[in-house]
């Protein structure tokens, strides 16, 4: 059985497969609807604690252009048996046996562990708390790789909210697999890459360096990964000034491309939507495709 459940699980030979896979499920779908129907007679839990717009229903979609059927929780929080008091634990036992997978968003960090620990069908985690989204990681490379066609060798930028952002967390572990990949990060005070993902980083070699403005980064930057402050990860007492990106940002970049896992807040200015370099409603859209890649992985 292959759970998903942290960035640290892959190798660039799985992510190779997947970026292929995608590439390949993303021209087929412009064509036609449905390209396998490998997960025709499954069925694939969509279980979510947490607010989810580009996540749920890009895994739903996956699912259901696979020819499988979803079940589906959009707010388990409250309509679940987790409102009487069960336990995620006795959820994930009773749910793995109505379904072939589960796709679990929960706000505790080690959520998708603990619920591998107990499920008797493949776990792929969607968001754990601040932690880890790895599936988002996924569809970032895939988005970074059709626009730049590698990853080995990038200058990226990660910025916003380095500390609660768990896409930010997922990708940096990604990231740390491939070559000469130097890695710049840009937030407020308060906001700063927790240590463990600076030196996770460090063993695997990468150089990362922490700047508090996008001007101070060089010239020949490859991609700006920018994020929402996770207002909802800590105390709003918190004062903070955010980092926005506008069009002046971009002018002293040579070729940079902009992404964000989205919702977009006010962080980047609505006038960078029309600008060749912004690429985020694209990188939402490949989240199907992805996911599809993903799933077809799990299935095969
Ligand atoms: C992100 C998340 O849930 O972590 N959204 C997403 O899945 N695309 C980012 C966010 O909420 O800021």
């Known amino acids: 059985m292959k759970h998903l459940i942290s960035s640290e699980q892959f190798t660039r030979e799985y992510i190779d497969k997947i970026l292929m896979k995608s590439r390949i499920v993303k021209i087929n779908l412009m064509g036609k609807p449905c390209i396998d129907d490998r997960l025709n ?8 604690y947490e607010p989810s717009t580009r996540t ?23 309509m679940s048996s987790a409102i009487k008091g069960e336990t995620l634990e006795d959820t994930i036992r009773v749910i793995s046996g109505y ?3 589960i796709v679990l968003r929960h706000s505790d960090d080690d959520s998708s562990e603990r619920a591998a620990r107990v499920s008797s069908v493949p776990i792929i985690n969607a968001g754990a708390g601040k932690a880890e989204h790895p599936t988002q990681a996924l569809l970032d490379a895939f988005t970074i790789w059709e626009n730049k066609e590698t990853l080995d060798g990038l200058k990226i930028c990660i910025s916003g909210d380095l500390r609660h952002g768990r896409t930010i967390h997922s ?3 990604l990231l740390s697999l491939y070559d000469n990949v ?9 906001f700063e890459l927790p240590t463990k993902y ?10 990362y360096r922490p700047y508090n403005n996008f001007a101070e980064l060089p010239r020949d930057l490859d991609v700006i990964y920018h994020t929402r402050t996770q207002t909802e990860r800590f105390q709003m007492s918190m004062e903070y000034n955010e980092l926005v990106i506008t069009p002046d940002t971009l002018k002293k970049f040579d070729d940079v491309i902009v992404m964000h896992p989205l919702p977009r807040v006010t962080e980047i200015s609505t006038e960078v939507d029309n600008m060749s370099q912004a690429k985020y409603f694209e990188q939402a859209h490949n989240g199907t495709y992805v996911r599809m890649a993903i799933l077809l992985d799990i299935f095969r």
């Open 41 to 48: 007679n499954s069925i694939v839990a969509t279980l979510f």
């Open 182 to 190: 130097e890695i710049f990060g840009v937030h407020r005070d308060l």
């Open 198 to 207: 600076i030196k996770y980083l460090a063993d695997k070699g990468i150089t």
């Open 99 to 101: 379904c072939d997978a």
């Open 56 to 78: 749920r229903l890009s895994f739903e979609s996956a699912i259901m252009r696979l020819g499988g059927k979803n079940i589906s929780t959009e707010n388990a929080k409250k």
């Open 171 to 173: 990708l940096v572990k």
